[in-house]
């Protein structure tokens, strides 16, 4: 699945300025982060023209990985609530007509889930 598929944790959200900065090799000129959130380590970012995600990877987090995903190539999302058993709420992306999810990123809290699914349709249904 996704880079971030098995990362359970709370998302909190970030100081976009701050996001710019470490960010700055990966933007383009211009480009501003409107919200921003942590997974643990990783991040979820959304621009004007785009959702970036960025796995931290490793012991150390020296390895890193950013995928861009342009807002126009995302066909469709969902959210999974928690529940009284499966504690866990998740958010599925698609690209374009692929049949599997290309990201599932899952969530200890349904109000950071929502969150983040409230600023991805309002970029991606712009």
């Known amino acids: 699945m996704g880079i971030f598929s098995g990362l359970i944790g709370n998302a909190s959200q970030k100081d976009n ?14 480009e501003q982060v409107t919200l921003a959130y942590s997974l643990v ?16 990877q490793g012991v150390t987090g020296k390895k890193t990985s950013y995928k861009s995903i342009p807002y126009g190539s995302i066909s469709r999302f969902t959210v ?12 599925k992306i ?3 007509s692929a049949l599997e999810p290309a ?5 200890k809290s349904d ?3 929502v969150d983040i699914q409230r600023a991805l349709a ?5």
């Open 122 to 126: 309002a970029a991606v249904l712009k």
């Open 41 to 56: 380590r990783d991040l979820v970012v959304f621009t004007e023209k785009r959702l970036i995600l960025v796995d931290i």
């Open 94 to 96: 698609w690209i374009s």
């Open 17 to 30: 300025d701050k996001v710019e900065r470490q960010l700055e090799d990966i933007l383009i000129p211009g």
């Open 103 to 107: 990201e599932v990123l899952q969530f």
């Open 80 to 91: 999974e609530t928690a529940g009284h058993f499966d504690l866990d709420a998740e958010l």
């Open 111 to 113: 109000r950071n889930v």
